[in-house]
């Protein structure tokens, strides 16, 4: 079975600055697909970014950026030039490849210090 | 184009009663499922539908039932509420994998 580990409960960062929240997963498929999702005090869910196993490249989008190392079973969210926006619990996910069933973490809690 | 639209937002239940809980998008999406977040443990997977007329347990079916009788409406039924199912419930869909799920703004449940 797989298994998300966020081993980082909570965590904060100064506004403009950079952080980085890790996540690691147990599984021996080979076809999988990994998400970032964050919950704002809102409590909607969204989605931050989205990595496909197989893609060597690490994913981008915006001040997001994943460290993506599949050997390693590591999939890292780097969140560049921190906004008070950003503040957030953040969960990490694995999807098998054609199952369509999140595994998620327990999440991270950030908060950004103005 | 709503998205993922869950009702109602909050909701308290007496031990044993029933409920439904709604949702609907109009996206076109195959693929829903329904999850509920507790505390220190993530969302877990409750059921699941890949299309009208096609649902699949999860990792925590027991005490819920679904069913999907058309693309755009997955509701999830609470048959006898008890404590234990105290949560946040989602309900999300997707296209396909690779664009991950969109997600309704939840539902808070209490059940006392």
């Known amino acids: 079975a797989q298994t998300v580990t966020q081993s980082q409960p909570e965590m904060s960062v100064q506004e403009a600055e950079t952080v980085t929240l890790s996540c690691t997963y147990d599984t021996s498929e080979s076809n999988y697909y990994l998400f970032w999702y964050k919950q704002p005090p809102s409590r909607q869910m969204i989605l931050v970014i989205r990595?496909?196993?197989?893609?060597?490249q690490n994913a981008t989008e915006n001040r997001f950026s994943v460290n993506f190392q599949k050997a390693a079973k590591s999939f890292s969210l780097k969140i560049s030039d921190s906004q008070l926006g950003d503040t957030a619990m953040y969960f990490c996910?694995?999807?098998?490849?054609?199952?369509?069933?999140?595994?998620f973490g327990t999440g991270t809690r950030l908060k950004v210090l103005a | 184009n709503a998205g993922v639209t869950q009702t109602p937002k909050f909701q308290v239940l007496k031990t044993g009663q029933s409920m439904t809980l709604q949702c609907a998008q109009d996206?076109?999406?195959?693929?829903m499922s329904w999850y509920r977040q507790d505390p220190g443990m993530g969302l877990r997977l409750i059921h699941y539908s890949v299309g009208a007329g096609i649902t699949d347990q999860g990792e925590v079916p027991n005490g819920y039932n679904v069913s999907r009788s058309t693309t755009e409406d997955f509701p999830l039924r609470l048959l006898s509420a008890a404590p234990s199912q105290t949560s946040v419930y989602f309900c999300?869909?997707?296209?396909?994998?690779?664009?991950?799920?969109?997600f309704g703004s939840g539902t808070r449940l209490t059940v006392v």
């Open positions: 990595q496909e196993a197989y893609k060597q």
């Open positions: 996910a694995f999807m098998r490849s054609g199952t369509y069933k999140y595994i």
């Open positions: 996206m076109n999406h195959e693929y």
């Open positions: 999300a869909s997707s296209r396909q994998a690779v664009d991950g799920y969109t």
